[in-house]
């Protein structure tokens, strides 16, 4: 595997537009100082760049480029369209947003733009060609950094031409509206369309929306999002060929399927914000981790933002503790990134975001988080002589992460309310504990290389997905299925005949169990097994053809029916066990995969993965620990990292 850059990147966003010339200096200074590699700019310099319509001014961002190419700084070229300028919005309200009630949001903040406006998108490619033209074969660039989180503040827009662009994408999809009829299930509640101009967005309504219709508008508004960054990947291919384009992901982001973006980038970037004050940040910030890699096939990615220290966006805003953040950075460096970058480099004096933290603060150069910054900055490059550069991670079991699971699971009409990244983390997070690294997978995706591979609230499914989880069981590997998967088909229609993939279903068969009646507990509420451990969230009903009863319920509404089963190496799992019972299925689950845990029992707090030749062993906790891993003794200090050999 070759690495995305021939170094470890460093740096961070930089805006020198907020700042006076004589500061340009000083920044390049500073970023030598600090090891920095690389300069994100013009992420939100659209105003400046083209401050009336048509006219373009790039002196400025010339002599800023030509200073960060002088000190050797690689640049992140932006292509500044995240944030229109005011006159866009005055000349053509028409590009601001509505919200479902039908609002027009105003200018004033930033990405006040309908993703489906025509001339926001026509604005938008103007600007991209004019940077396109005027930076190609710049010797700073290194590549092309695409609008800015696409979709983090709004993701749909409720305007005329939004719904325009929805029935158009309805018609593509289905073709005729007897399909679509069919697929939504419209005999139900009187819906039916006699043509797509009928169909609306499902706006602010009386009672439940349509569950179909509010799926394809989550499919229709991942891809309006996506298809603004290839209008502009597409400009740069074009204009400007030979550097690798991408736009930065935010992890788990109910927005957008990333599984359907990721193919068009040339390479995965994210930002993650975890809060430094939640012991159990890291479990999500490492599942971050490896979803990011995952999306990108296992390649190298990149870390495009992260705070040194605080943000200001949460209600308590704390600081990083000494060390906090190096321990963040190397849960990204562990897991597949070959850069570590930050919003921002210099904090702002004004604005919004004047209260968030930066790699030069407001104190200046001779504060804690600089100074931090600039040790962070030469670990990193020492780092770039070792081989984890560009290393894979290996992993042996996949947890399957599905967009659209997600959001049938956030719909109003459910069986219960089910938190499905939640879910997901909570098996994720007892592979954690042992040690053990996780690959995500798409629903559907060859499996042929993992020993085990999980699969918690797959709620929505192909019968193809279904036989291809029941295929990880038949060729002996693991296979475990927790409750609410292979409910509904991907038009969101129930499978007839005991659920999981319906009546007969080669998941079944596999499983040798049904689904007959669901018995959600309500919140807050335990039960027990009949091994003595809790459970909670959900209970059902489960018919065994032919399986093992590992554990049944002993309490709660469905007492004394089949909580886990087993059938050869296939698991079903029909309740939300507690994180010690769900540390005991892992552990057996581990031993008849043959797959070693790192931890020989599990550990909170402390993280370990293996990149390259190297074993990262991450404490992210205020306390010094000493834990054992693969064998070894190993002493950390508060929020200590340890490099050792793999
Ligand atoms: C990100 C955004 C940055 C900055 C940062 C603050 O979502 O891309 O521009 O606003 O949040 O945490």
Redesign the pocket.
Known sequence: MTGLFPEFRYGG?YNPEQWPEEVWDDDVRLMRGAAVTTATVG??SWARLEPRPGEFDFGWLDRVLAKLDAGGIRVMMATAT?SPPAWLAVRYPETLPVDERGVRLGFGS?QQYSPNSSVYREHASRLVRAIAERYRGHPAIEAWHVN??LG?HVVHSYDPESVAAFRAWLETRYGTIDELNRAWGTAFWSQRYDSFAEVDAPRAMPSFTNPTHSLDWRRFGSWSLLELYLMERDILREVAPGLPITT?L?GFFPGADYWEWAPELDFISD?A?PDPTDPDAYVTLAAQRDLTRSLGGGRPWLLM?Q?PSA???RDRNARKQPGQHRAHSFNAVARGADGILH??WRQAAAGA?KF?AAMVPHGGEHTRIHREARELGAELAELSATDVLGAAVPARVAIVFDWESWWALAQQAVPTRIDYPAVVLEWYAALLRRGVTVDFTRAGADHAGYDIVIAPALQVASRADLDGLAAVADRGAQLVVGYQTGILDRDLHAYLGGYLGGEGSALQHALGVSVEEFAPLAAGQTAVLDDGTTVTDWQEVVQVADAEVVARFATGPVTGGPAITRHGSAWYVATQPDSARLDALIDQILVAAGVDASFPAPVSGVETVVRGSTRFVINHSPDARTVEVAGQQVDLDSFGVARLTA
Request: a negative charge; glycine letters at 0%; proline letters at 0%.
């Open positions: 966003d992420v939100f995240a930033r800015n989180e983090c930065n935010m930002d914000y933002e705070s943000v200001n966006w919003f921002q975001e968030h």
